[in-house]
């Protein structure tokens, strides 16, 4: 291992601002007065504490290093350069169409970083994730270090996150704070004091460390602090300058993402481009045995004509997978009751992880622990998981494999009123990239489907029932995703209803009125929201010419816009009619709601009855 002077950590970090000031200025745009300020951090962080092997990425005892102020990826890629990751001509790629160099970091493109970031207040609760996997699954002694802007300590999330390092006694996690003083408009909330944002971690159970973020000597001190700390995460308030090192943008405001307007001479005054390298050191041998499979998954079996809730069977179906597979995790939003996740917790204790009412830090654990090869499902009510939709998003961006789950859709949840009732859910989940949305019906399609979810990539979302449902597959039925199932058909049907979950079985006691009453109609489960089943509905629509949606959701975003976009080629399509919540629902039983939102068994045939009065039949 290569000892560092306290001359050469200063030559080292004077590199790194340089890298970062002709970085911005070869793409003309960039933070690279963001990245001066963290440069001793972080060439103190690589030099004397960091455990990498940039050849292997996913070598299990790696340290893991995430740049939650992703803005100030200049200094990141003057990092990789340094440690011979990356080479000068790929350094000045910077935000250039086609480099791997993007503005803000993502693991899609490099495979040295941990997630994506840029949307701030994000790296802290992932990082969590990380420290938590090695804590308590990995069992590995990887530390976790994250380097956060002073300005993202705004964010909610950071405090949801500190709470969960803090009850956690994660010492594996280390959080650096670059503490420059200058936001993006001016200055921050607590400018240079340092004590007021140590208050607030202290409160949190962390230990704190407050430095002088341009001594070197003393930032090394910093960090072997945090590294002999044991039983609680460590936060580096480290007090710096923006731009330090170029008198001309210094401490300076105004010059937040722009590229310094003297490159060279900026360059000269850090003294010049010198070729600083670091040897970063290797990490231990380690092993970490991932259990993927052990054994025979044996899903829940239920009866037809047996009444189940699909939530109930989420969590027997949860339980019966993570029995079969060693790498399946379970997280909750302190609902677990409600969302049967408890019976995970139960059967895997281990591998359960009790988020409590925070469900931006529930969707970033779960991002966390995917990073770390783990296979996890997230679960609390529909309604809530909007308030971790940026988490989504980003989780997206980073390729991120999770799984969640959303119970208590819609206002067949009855009494509780609107604001426990997911309306807005399936909207949120389809617009998410490369996402796949599934609603079940009955127990054993909801069973099958979480088996399938754990085979799928990205973000998957499953939308589950608070009440019970009349099962109406068999156990032994195949629902491939991208599917769907027609359960009503004959070649007279009028017209086609299209349902999925609740409304499904509404729609069936529709269709036998209907029927009985001489107006026979095709009823589809389109219990795959994304992708659709392109097929069948168009199959479905040449037959009938009418597309009638039925759904306990919003008609924004929700199915009948999934159906409506299977026609939008610029074909002739069918006839689309929407039964949807339409009104601001109040406290009420299931059947009244469905009843007043016009999307039960009676409005259905109403609807239908009208329709085809005043329709030209094909």
């Not at 503490?179 to 704190?208: K, S």
Request: proline share 5%.
């Amino acid at each position: 291992m290569t000892t560092y002077t306290d001359a050469e950590l200063h030559d080292l970090a004077q590199q790194l601002r340089v890298d970062a000031v002709r970085a911005a200025d070869a793409a003309g745009s960039g933070h690279p007065t963001s990245s001066m300020s963290a440069a001793d951090l972080m060439a103190v962080l690589l030099a004397r504490h960091f455990r990498y092997d940039f050849e292997r990425p996913a070598h299990p005892a790696n340290d893991r290093f995430i740049l939650s102020k992703g803005h100030a990826s200049p200094l990141l890629y003057a990092a990789y350069k340094a440690a011979g990751a990356l080479d000068d001509t790929e350094l000045l790629t910077f935000r250039k169409l086609g480099s791997r160099l993007e503005g803000h970091p993502t693991p899609q493109r490099l495979p040295w970083v941990e997630t994506a970031t840029g949307s701030l207040g994000q790296g802290l609760p992932v990082g969590v994730g990380i420290a938590l996997a090695g804590k308590r699954l990995d069992r590995v002694g990887y530390r976790v270090y994250v380097l956060c802007g002073d300005s993202e300590l705004a964010e909610g999330s950071v405090w949801e996150a500190a709470e969960h390092a803090g009850h956690e006694h994660l010492d594996n996690l280390t959080v650096i704070v670059d503490v420059n003083r200058l936001g993006q408009r001016g200055p921050t909330r607590h400018g240079h004091d340092l004590d007021a944002y140590a208050r607030r971690f202290q409160a949190f159970g962390w230990h704190t460390v407050e430095t002088d973020g341009h001594d070197v000597a003393a930032v090394d001190r910093a960090y072997a602090e945090a590294r002999s700390t044991s039983g609680q995460p460590t936060v580096i308030l480290a007090r710096t300058l923006k731009g330090k090192g170029v008198a001309a943008v210094e401490d300076r405001e105004g010059l937040h993402g722009k590229p310094l307007p003297e490159a060279a001479e900026a360059v000269e005054e850090l003294g010049g481009d010198r070729g600083a390298r670091v040897d970063v050191q290797a990490p231990p041998a380690a092993r970490i045995l991932h259990a993927v499979r052990s054994g025979h998954l044996d899903l829940p079996r239920y009866e037809v004509g047996d009444e189940a809730a699909t939530r109930d069977a989420f969590g027997q179906a949860l339980t019966a997978l993570g029995t079969a597979r060693g790498d399946v995790v379970a997280l909750d939003g302190e609902v677990g009751d409600s969302t049967r996740a408890e019976l995970f917790a139960k059967e895997h204790p281990e591998r359960y992880f009790e988020c409590y009412i925070a469900e931006q830090q529930l969707v970033a654990a779960s991002v966390g622990m995917a990073v770390r090869g783990w296979l996890p499902y997230a679960s609390t009510f529909a309604a809530f998981l909007t308030r971790a939709h940026d988490f989504v998003r980003m989780a997206a961006i980073s390729g991120a494999g999770i799984n969640l789950v959303g119970s208590h859709a819609g206002v067949a949840i009855g009494e509780d009123g609107p604001s426990q009732m997911g309306l807005e859910d399936l909207a949120m989940f389809r617009a998410v990239h490369g996402s796949t949305v599934l609603y079940p019906c009955d127990a054993n399609q909801t069973a099958r489907l979480v088996g399938s979810m754990a085979e799928l990539s990205g973000i998957r979302y499953l939308r589950t029932s608070r009440g019970t449902s009349p099962v109406i597959y068999p156990p032994h039925e195949e629902f491939p995703v991208g599917g769907s199932k027609v359960l009503r058909s004959s070649g007279e049907d009028r017209l086609t209803l299209v349902a999925a979950g609740a409304t499904v079985h509404e729609a069936l006691v529709a269709a036998d009125e209907l029927g009985a009453a001489g107006i026979p109609v095709r009823v589809i489960d389109l219990y795959s929201v994304k992708p659709v089943d392109r097929g069948t509905l168009r199959e479905a629509a040449r037959a009938t010419g009418c597309l009638v949606t039925v759904e306990d959701h919003r008609p924004e975003g929700g199915i009948g816009d999934a159906v409506a976009e299977v026609f939008d080629d610029g074909e002739p399509g069918p006839r689309l009619v929407r039964l949807a919540v339409r009104t601001m629902p109040g406290s009420a039983t299931p059947e009244e709601q469905l009843r007043a939102a016009g999307i039960d068994a009676a409005s259905i045939v109403a609807g239908v009855s009208l329709l085809v009065e005043h329709a030209v039949t094909p």
